[in-house]
């Protein structure tokens, strides 16, 4: 079965220096991998996504992340944290085994950036 | 271009009653999700659209919920009757087709409370 595993309940961060929150994967074929953060009573908003090519990609608000295939993992990162930046991020990837396409997500990182 | 509309925000209803939650998609997309975020959970997909037809409902309880996406446009969610465990927000979610690569789009969710 194809899942995602976000090891870290909370990642606490001083504003201006660089973030890291990590995920791992777990599928059969080539991952589709996401990234979707969560403000406060918001839905989920895009931030970036991996599906193949250049293993470093780039999203929205100056996110990045970078896909390792050995260590199958995708963890998204940022040079330098912004209170803002305080949030829920979920890793996710696309189910293939299904047909559906289906998303799977992670049970979520709170990220807290500090002044 | 108008996100996805979802209402109520908020609901509180006793165990046992009915309710249900309205999604519109954004115009011309053809795969809707709905899904259940418990508090501390990442989303669960409940069940997939493509256009009005279901193509993945395997996590909806479906003695107690149902959904239905008329003339595949919006969509609505509805459970009968409520227990304590459906409190949760229930986000809609669309996107262009159910192809892998691209992303989904969230409405903002509606918190439900069962009492």
């Known amino acids: 079965a194809q899942s995602v595993a976000q090891p870290e309940d909370q990642v606490n961060v001083a504003e201006g220096n660089p973030l890291t929150v990590k995920c791992t994967y777990s599928v059969s074929g080539n991952p589709y991998l996401f990234w979707y953060v969560q403000y406060p009573n918001r839905g989920l908003q895009f931030l970036l996504k991996?599906?193949?090519?250049?293993?470093l990609v780039k999203g929205s608000y100056g996110f990045e992340a970078e896909f390792n295939k050995s260590q199958t993992s995708f963890h998204l990162k940022k040079p330098s944290a912004l209170v803002s930046d305080s949030a829920l991020y979920f890793c996710?990837?696309?189910?293939?085994?299904?047909?559906?396409?289906?998303?799977?997500f992670g049970t979520g990182t709170r990220l807290k950036v500090l002044a | 271009e108008a996100g996805v509309a979802q209402s109520p925000r908020y609901k509180i209803i006793e165990k046992r009653q009915s309710v249900a939650f309205w999604c519109n998609p954004i115009?011309?997309?053809?795969?809707l999700y709905w899904y259940q975020q418990i508090l501390g959970q990442g989303p669960k997909l409940l069940i997939q659209?493509?256009?009005?037809?279901?193509?993945?409902d395997s996590q909806l309880p479906k003695d107690r919920f149902s959904a239905e996406r008329l003339k595949g446009v919006d969509s609505t969610l509805k459970i009968q009757p409520a227990k304590l465990e459906d409190s949760a927000v229930y986000l809609c979610a669309s996107s262009p087709s159910g192809t892998p690569v691209t992303e989904a789009f969230f409405g903002q969710g509606t918190r439900l409370t069962v009492v």
């Open positions: 659209f493509q256009n009005n037809g279901v193509v993945d």
């Open positions: 115009s011309g997309h053809a795969t």
């Open positions: 996710a990837v696309r189910d293939r085994s299904s047909g559906t396409y289906k998303y799977i």
């Open positions: 991996y599906i193949t090519g250049d293993n």
